[in-house]
């Protein structure tokens, strides 16, 4: 054991509802480049955060070279060698890259900054990595694959032996991408461990030695990179079982409800035209940063557009915008259920009715009884949890939440229904209920439109896929040709 | 303590929390009857019903505002602004009526330059305070061009003067209208489709938005109908006191906004209703009585005061989440 | 061509200055006098220093309206003091208590993460309140020998407490640009998000930026006196109409992380050069007030719009 740099020992953290990691362990080499993969709620990302010290786990320990250590928070990760780059990166855009990278760590005990040293450190670190660059430059003025230069080269002066990359490859070109992996080799030469996360598995295949496999906040499996496929690995992403988890549909795929031609987003790079017919699921797959819930909002008008048309049983909206989508009976159930979804602060009745006022309304005013009795149909209909339709939407799960915001939509009877990542961090149960929600839905001529991250969601509920990159769909993928590999390949 | 007592207790406590006003306005009407014997007359109620209506009005209209998520800091000034311009037309052209006309006019306008505003900055209750805080300044300013500084007199009509001064059966006639407009505003906030997506918009502006709500448009309602209230309150306070002065608005902003506040109405937007600016005037308007019949500097009131608001606030903080 | 351009840009609000202040000595036979000139620059002096305090509240993405009260209060104070304890216990006394009002506002921000806006208002007219009660409502004049020693020291129209000023200001530029407290600053207001991450003591540095205002208010508002020679609560009331301006116009956003202490001088050079010119066109003082409010929202609702105007809601 004393032989292992780094070691993860039977780590578990849960959140309220959901359970992010069970039982984690894996042990890492110095100099070894780990991937790290698993689908959206694997509890990659939960697993990093309890390295860098921005969770605590609620057991297990941590071990660096046979040592226990107590990592309480960011500061103490970095005195450890550990050194994390969020996909959301870590940085002060108004700041200089020399600042960024040695922020909080400028002078010692009040003494005047010697920025000309700072500046000739911070270049000797972007030299390292091979960054050839001003360090006077602001880093907001930097691309994505230089923001991330400036991290690494900040994890270098922080002495890491450990650096966590979490999905760096999202927004990188070619060139940019062939440049971290050299960087990449440079550090593994150095003897200093990578974890890197990321969906893309041919790059995973072309820098790493060893890859492992989460799934359900459990570790499935370690193994070599060059004893395992592709294929191998996404069936461990993915799980055996997929079509035993999914509930049983008939496919009656009728006409054309809505159409969409060229619309594009103010600021998108790319124009997207489809439709869709009543009786139909349509999968929207895609990696993060794609532009799905871009496209969406874009559709239904929540953000500006610069250009294109979106017809609703052959007519035109009459304008971008929500109040038109909603009218020209289109729903949108958004990704972010707390802040969007629904009003949190309010009860499950306000929640429930927000959407269509005119069903409570009653010679002119809204009628309290009429509220509770439309209210207490949808939580009968969907089994909504809760000792009574008054309680706070905040105080119920994950899964009830969402079952609101369901019940709401299906009070405004919209044909068309777009939900972004409806199963996200719901248990099991509650995800199969919305499964079955939505074959309802499409058995009674309905249309839904579903985005989601989860593979197996994707491949056991559509008819038909859009796989989405850089704002563009790339594929369109029917029936029978739906499957995971073709996704992923189109994906990145 | 047994389960059950214990959770009597907890849910007492829970009662307690989310109605601290009233046991509040409790509390101050009890220290009001130890402190003067004649507290319940008549007389002494009706002339504090008489007091409070034009900072009721006032709280009205800033209520209108926390509800759509924002805040209100220049209806003071708009106070002053329609009183001297309702008291000086009324005087130029002989006719009260017009005079009234014109400060309505001022007001609705005031209140809907700052509703437009908002929309275009898509601002929240940060940006309100800024927007409004500019806006107040001007619309001192523009009092005071208007009347050079100096207080305008002379209120003639008697049915003008009747609205501050005078009673329907024993009842002021400016409590009335305070009442009556209270009613009204509760009516169309608890009970239309409007209202409802008025509060819906103010509580969380994205999931308004995207059930269809013109989140924009209830921000240009509420401050238009905080800009028309302060108009009324004008009204109301000239035809009592037949004068008009440049700073009668000087602090008539953050003794709505207390009484809005004390009474349950919440910073953070769409949680509310009339029924707590009741309870927050009445709250206010026995403070300030006992203050002064404690004898109180009025400039040691405003700390009071002022320390009441941040509890206020300290306590709506709590009772959010 | 370019390089000129860009300078021009870099540069504008200093060019912008020097050319309205050209211009008027140019076209207006009052401005350069020596009499207005000394008004002018004592104004730069009094604001500019409290100018410089607000800037450190706003790059850490706070808001504190209170300098003007806190101004009066201390002015008060410090007036009401002069005669019998002398003038640089006097100072003393008002400047610490220009910090303690700083602890008081920084305790409810910070501590209590109440919204700056509500607590600086309210505070505002509480400091406002206490100085009317100890002064009795009415003004405290003092035409103290310490006092007027001071307003004749000159520099040709310069009065010294100018050069106080551009003391003030470049300590605070040194704090800001070579000390590891001033730049935590930058990225507490930048990114509060990063400043945790780092482990900076978030808490302390939001406290601490309430006390240098009140510091700055303090001082302003005995530079003042030299000037007026006379306190009263009502001293400053339009504080904040004419300082949030002078700092956002210099290049300090209300959204926090970017600015600096130069960037304010010169805001305030600008700005009160703006407001002398516009004395000088016999306007009347509500209608210049009417201006300077109209000045400041459209300060407010620009910086707020360009912010802003990617999203519909």
Known sequence: MSGTFFEVRDVSKSFPGVKALDCVSMSIERGEVRALVGENGAGKSTLMKVLNGNYKADCGSLLIDGCEVHISDPTVAAQKGISIIFQELNLVSGLSI??????????????????????????????????????????????????????????????????????????????????????????????????????????????????????????????AVKDVTKDKLVEMMVGREISQTFPQREHHIQEEVLRVENLIRKGGKAKISFNLHRGEVLGIAGLVGAGRTEAMRALYGVDYIAGGSVYVNGKKLSSSSPQAAKEAGIAFLTEDRKEEGLTIDFSIKSNIVMAKLRTIVKRAFLNNAMENRVADKYIQAIKIKTPSRNQKVLNLSGGNQQKVVVAKWFNTDSDIIIMDEPTRGIDVGAKFEIYEIINDLVSQGKAVIMISSELPEILGMSDRVLVMKSDAIVAELIGARINAVDIMNYAF | MSDVEKSKWTRAGGWARDNTNLLLLVALIVAGALLSENFFSWTNLMNLMRRISVNGVMAIGFTMTLLVGGFDLSIGATLSMCAVLCVGIEKSSGSAALGMAAAIGAGLAMGAFNGVLMMVTRGGSGEAFLITLAT???????????????????????????????????????????????????????????????????????????????????????????????????IIMTSRTTAASPYSGNGADFDAAIASIVGGNSLVGGKGGMVQVLIGVMIYGLITNILNLTGIDSVVQYIVKGAILLLAICLDKLNRR | MLRVKKAVMDYRIPLLALSIFVIMSLTNEYFFKPVNLTGLFESISAYGIVAIGFTFVLLCGQLDISMGSVMALTACVFMMTLPTIGFIPAMLISLVLGCVCGVITGFFVATFRLPPFIVSMTMQLAYKGIALTITGSTPVSNMHPTLLAIS?????????????????????????????????????????????????????????????????????????????????????????LNIIPMVIVGGTAFSGGKGGAIQTLWGVVLMNIIYNAMSMFSLQANMQEMVKGLILLLIIVADKYMENRSYKV
């Not at chain 1, 450190?121 to 923001?147: H, M, N």
């Not at chain 1, 991290?151 to 890491?160: D, P, R």
């Not at chain 1, 550090?187 to 989460?214: N, P, W």
């Not at chain 2, 300013?141 to 207080?151: F, P, R």
């Open chain 2, 136 to 234: 107040g300044m001007v619309g001192t300013a523009i009092a005071l061009t208007y009347c050079s500084g100096l207080d305008i007199y002379g209120v003639n009509a008697e049915w003008y003067k009747a609205i501050g001064q005078g009673n329907v059966a024993s009842f002021p006639i400016a409590a009335i209208i305070w009442i009556v407009l209270m009613v009204v505003m509760q009516v169309i906030i608890k009970k239309t489709q409007f209202g409802r997506k008025m509060i819906l918009s103010g509580a969380n502006k994205k999931s308004a938005f995207l059930v269809g709500i013109d989140v924009n448009g209830m921000k240009l309602f509420g401050f238009t109908m905080a800009g028309l209230m302060a108009a009324l309150a004008a």
């Open chain 1, 98 to 223: 020399a600042e960024n990278i040695f922020a909080g760590r400028l002078s010692e005990n009040g003494k005047p900054i010697r920025w000309r040293e700072i500046r000739k450190k911070a270049k000797q670190y972007l030299d390292r990595i091979g960054f050839d660059i001003d360090p006077k430059t602001e880093v907001g003025q930097l691309s994505v694959a230089g923001k991330q230069m400036v991290e690494i080269a900040k994890a270098l002066s922080y002495n890491a032996q450990l650096i966590l990359m979490d999905e760096p490859s999202a927004s990188l070109t070619q060139n940019e991408l062939e440049k971290l992996f050299a960087i990449i080799r440079d550090l593994k030469q150095k003897g200093i461990a990578v974890i890197y996360i990321s969906h893309r598995l041919e790059e995973i295949f072309s820098i790493c030695d060893t890859v492992t496999v989460m799934r359900d906040g459990q570790i499935i499996g370690t193994s």
């Open chain 3, 152 to 240: 004749e020291v000159m520099l040709g129209p310069i009065p010294i407490t100018f050069f106080l000023f551009l003391l003030v200001a470049l300590v605070a530029y040194y704090v800001l640009t070579q000390t590891q407290y001033g730049r935590n600053l930058y990225v507490i207001g930048g990114n509060i998000n990063v400043a945790d991450n780092l482990g900076l003591h978030v808490r302390g540095h939001l406290w601490s930026v309430f006390i240098v205002q009140g510091f700055c208010a303090a001082l302003g508002g005995i530079v003042m006196m030299t000037r007026m020679f006379s306190a009263s609560g009502n001293l400053a009331l339009d504080g904040p």
